[in-house]
C-alpha cells in the first residue's frame, strides 16, 4: 500500500506570509506508461467537504486562486500558497491515485 | 449540476451493519463515464477512501476494509450503497460520497453524514 506523509501537520501562518507544506510518497507516483505524475491537492474548509485544489502535482482546479501552486516528482511534492489569506484556514491533504486512492494525513493551516 | 446527499442511520449498534446510500441529483449514476465512491473520516483525524463502484456495478475496495465492505449501484433508484459489517467504534466517523472518473480526481462531493457506533 502506498503512504502518504505530510509535513508539517499543523501550520501556522501570518496573514500575506507564504506558506508551504510537504507531501513525501513511500512510492513513486509517476505511471511510466502514460508519463502522468498522480498526485493531488484538496482543501477541507471548516465544516465543509473536502474541495479539490490541484491535480495531477500542478495544475490548479477551476476558481483556485493563483496564489495556490504545486509542484514535484516521482515521491516528492510540495503545495505553496505564495501569500495567505485567512479563507485559507482549513486541513490540506495530499492524495495519490496510482494505485487506488490514499490520503495523507492532513496539514492544519491556522492563522496566527 | 451534480449533487450527492448521504443517507442512513445516525447511530449504529458494535457488530452490527452500517448501511448508507448516496442519492444523485442533476445526474446520473449509469453515466459510463463516472464511478461513484465512499470516503470517511474518524473524528478529528484525516480522509480515508473506502471503496468505488462503476455504473454496472463493478466496484473496488481499500484493502484494509474489503472483508467487511460492499458497494452497490442501483440506476434505477439512481443511488448508490454502502455496506460495512461487523461495525465497531473505530468505524464512527463522517461518512462522504463523491464522484470521480476512472483514476480520476473527486470532482464532487455530498455534505456528509455523521454515523456514530455505540451501544
Known amino acids: 500500500d502506498i503512504v502518504l506523509t505530510q509535513t508539517p501537520l499543523s501550520l501556522p501562518v501570518t496573514p500575506g506570509e507564504p506558506a508551504s507544506i510537504s507531501c513525501r510518497s513511500s512510492q513513486s507516483l509517476l505511471n511510466s506508461d502514460d508519463g502522468i505524475t498522480y498526485l493531488d491537492w484538496y482543501l477541507q474548509k471548516p465544516g465543509q467537504s473536502p474541495r479539490l485544489l490541484i491535480y495531477t502535482v500542478s495544475f490548479r482546479a477551476g476558481g483556485v486562486p493563483d496564489r495556490f501552486s504545486g509542484s514535484g516528482s516521482g515521491t516528492d511534492f510540495t503545495l505553496r500558497i505564495s501569500r495567505v489569506e485567512a479563507e485559507d484556514v482549513g486541513i490540506y491533504y495530499c492524495?495519490?491515485?496510482?494505485?487506488?486512492?490514499?490520503f495523507g494525513q492532513g496539514t492544519k493551516l491556522e492563522i496566527k | 449540476q451534480v449533487q450527492l446527499q448521504e443517507s442512513g442511520p445516525r447511530l449504529v449498534k458494535p457488530s452490527e451493519t452500517l448501511p448508507l446510500t448516496c442519492t444523485v441529483s442533476?445526474?446520473?449514476?449509469?453515466?459510463?463515464?463516472?464511478?461513484w465512491a465512499w470516503i470517511r473520516q474518524p473524528p478529528g483525524k484525516g480522509l480515508e477512501w473506502i471503496g468505488s463502484v462503476t455504473y454496472t456495478g463493478n466496484s473496488y475496495y481499500n484493502p484494509s476494509l474489503k472483508s467487511r465492505v460492499t458497494i452497490s449501484v442501483d440506476t434505477s433508484q439512481n443511488h448508490f450503497s454502502l455496506k460495512l459489517t461487523s461495525v465497531t467504534a473505530a468505524d464512527t466517523a463522517l461518512y462522504y460520497c463523491?464522484?470521480?472518473?476512472?483514476?480520476?480526481?473527486?470532482?464532487?462531493w455530498g455534505p456528509g453524514t455523521r454515523v456514530t457506533v455505540s451501544s
Open positions: 492524495v495519490q491515485r496510482i494505485a487506488t486512492y490514499t
Open positions: 463523491a464522484r470521480h472518473v476512472t483514476q480520476g480526481v473527486f470532482g464532487w
Open positions: 442533476g445526474g446520473s449514476v449509469g453515466n459510463t463515464m463516472y464511478h
